[in-house]
């Protein structure tokens, strides 16, 4: 198997192809339970086929709903498993939550090195479990609830209300849906605590008329004993009733336990779970979807046999069943159709690498849904070997350099452009206002394994500099729809390179932008701070989460980690508080903060004015969220603190709208849950209605 790959990787990598004298054949393509199948059931299919080259085969899925002719991905090209000359593909397991009818799938096999490839389709019905009365049945995530209604007129909506029996709290609500006849009705209710009865019942709307339907009783399943759930404490709990859900993605960091992503209410109870079953490791949920469902990077093998790190891609449902995914081999494959320089698999790089050689390894950090036409931004690492003493290393060897590369990809999940920091698209102009001597503000760097870090894959001992430079380190994409302003002109991209103390943009407009750096905002950039609230360190650094809010028309909020303002000499020693710390607790604690900016013009720097920079209590090293509430409040999260040396907790926090003054400066904490570190979090009116950002 794994000298097939290398083979397969070397034509890749060379551009030879074989002539296309092979021949694929898809062998079996089969479901279980076979047709036909009510919504929401659990169909696993097996897909085996052959290969008269060597191989190896990948595996795509496709679908036609029952109201649609085109196919849809589900799940994009993958390797399978070779055994006795049959290949056969990862497990395919596909729940239909949609409308009942006659749905065609699709597996497409191919050989890419030869371009030998096959499909075969299968017609499998769905049938309706609420035709003349609605149905509540248990999905496979116990706080999710599957409810069912009959159809309802053209142009009205429906949507689901439910409330504990017991009448504690306020009622939840799914959103809207518009009702599409003669098909029922189907609906994911999360939000939900666990062993707790519930009354739910549809509601649809016609005009202003609200209508009740039949209510049932649902009692939701205890939390899962093989999962190993996070704890949270409230300090003080939360009574925010607009925004009364907490939505946390959990991360491993340094043997941190493996817990899964959760959401709760604003006194630390858990109302939702996702877990993955069928990854190596574990997921990191980058942002909730409107309407439901997650966006989550997760590690399993993808293409390479030496990785596992955020090879997937995958969009979930709130039930936590794929929607759609794609893999990091299948985005290089696009990439090399597009002709990205640096697109390849890390694998087909020769050992030691040449200077100039570059790959890209894995998704990681961020991956947004919020540019027109449900076209989706993502980030990659890719790595390039530079001559020596590039950023001043002193190893006498050639140096790996690690980047980022934005790729944007259509609604079917297909790369439509990419930006490569290394490359930047049409040529750019990426290195006159970051050039790569440009080196990271604190000099990070990354070994193979090293926590915090992207896969890294050139490193070779005594031909390449031991350690690899972490240069950028990016964490955050933002689309900036029509540059913030109500007119019709395209949109850009912002993206917050902590490694750089920098966020930036990037002329995307709506991909037929030049690629270029068009400003960099942060310390020696192209703004001025307008210091009105004499702040002795006014500048973010080493942030996350940098966002505009209300779709670009609000302010801008930012998690200021503080590491470089932190780390300054006579203010701190290693990077940490209460260790040799000679600074005051706002010098060194981490900061939310809120600003409004004017660009730069006409030769002119922009200016950035400050809102609110809140004192968050605590310095966290890495990771963090900020965001503007609609009821003007803001919330934070803070989400790796150093209680000790051997202890560690993330905070959540809310504060109100109204700071101290100066507003530099301690906060009005209205909510504190603590808990585990966390990557990010979200405070929401519900599962359904994501922030705006």
Partial sequence: MKANIVLYFLLVSACICAPAFGTVKVTGFTPSPASPQPIGKTINWTVTATDSNSGPLAFRFDVVTPNSTQYSLIKDFNLGTLSAGTWTARPFVWVPTGIEGTYKLRVVVKDFGTGESSAATVSFSVTAVAASKPVVEHTANALVALFSAPACASGSLMRVVFQQQSGNGVAGATNWVGCHPPATMTFEVAGMYPGTAYNMFAQTKTGSKITNGETLSFTTSALPTNITFPTFTPQPAGTDTANPVLLHTMIQINGSANYPDVATDLSGNIIWYYSPNDVTQTDVLTRPLPG????????????????????????????????????????????????????????????????????????????????????????????????????????????????????????????????????????????????????????????????????????????????????????????????????????????????????????????????????????????????????????????????????????????????????????????????????????????????????????????????????????????????????????????????????????????????????????????DVSGPIHYRGWQMPNLYAPPTT
Avoid at 300 to 314: F, G, M, N
Avoid at 560 to 576: A, F, H, L, M, Y
Wanted: proline share 7%; aromatic share 10%; charged share 10%.
């Fill in 292 to 671: 439901g469902g997650m966006l989550t990077l997760q590690n399993d093998y993808a293409w390479s046999p030496t990785v596992t790190q955020e090879q997937l891609l995958r969009q979930i449902d709130l039930a936590g069943n794929i929607v759609r995914e794609t893999n990091m081999g299948a985005i290089q494959q696009q990439l090399l159709a597009l002709g990205a320089a640096d697109g390849g698999s890390c694998d087909n790089i020769p050992v030691p690498a040449p200077v100039g050689a570059g790959c890209v390894g894995a998704f990681h950090h961020d991956a947004v849904q919020t540019l027109p036409n449900g076209y989706l931004a993502a980030l990659l690492d890719v790595e390039r070997i530079f001559p020596a003493g590039t950023q001043g290393d002193t190893s006498g060897l050639p140096v790996d350099i690690v980047g980022d590369m934005i790729i944007v990809m259509n609604s079917n999940w297909q790369v439509v452009w990419y930006w490569d920091v290394f490359n930047p698209a049409g040529g750019g102009n990426g290195y006159s206002l970051l050039p790569v001597s440009r080196t990271a503000v604190l000099g990070e760097t990354c070994g193979v394994s090293s926590a915090g870090c992207p896969p890294v894959f050139l490193l070779d001992a005594g031909h390449i500099a031991p350690l690899a430079h972490d240069w950028l380190h990016a964490n955050t994409i933002y689309y900036w729809p029509n540059n913030g302003s109500p007119t019709t002109q395209p949109g850009d991209l912002i993206w917050s390179a902590r490694h750089q103390d920098w966020v930036m943009k990037i002329d995307y407009k709506d991909g037929a932008g030049t690629g270029n750096i068009l400003w960099c905002m942060g310390p020696a950039g192209n703004f001025i701070f307008n210091n009105i609230y004499n702040d002795p360190w006014p500048w973010f650094s080493h942030q996350h989460d940098m966002g505009i809010e209300n779709s670009g028309l609000g302010v801008s909020t930012i998690f200021d980690n503080g590491n470089t303002r932190v780390s300054t000499p006579g203010k701190s020693t290693g990077g940490v508080p209460g260790l040799g710390s000679k600074c005051t607790p706002y010098d060194c604690n981490s900061r939310g903060m809120a600003f409004t900016f004017v660009e730069p013009s006409g030769g002119s720097p922009g200016t950035v004015t400050p809102v609110v920079s809140f004192d968050l209590g605590a310095f966290s090293t890495a990771m963090g969220s900020a965001q503007s509430l609609a009821n003007g409040n803001y919330f934070f999260e803070n989400p790796q603190v150093f209680l000790s040396l051997n202890s560690t907790a993330g905070f959540s926090l809310e504060i109100g709208p109204t700071p101290q003054a100066p507003q530099v400066g301690a906060a009005t904490i209205l909510m």
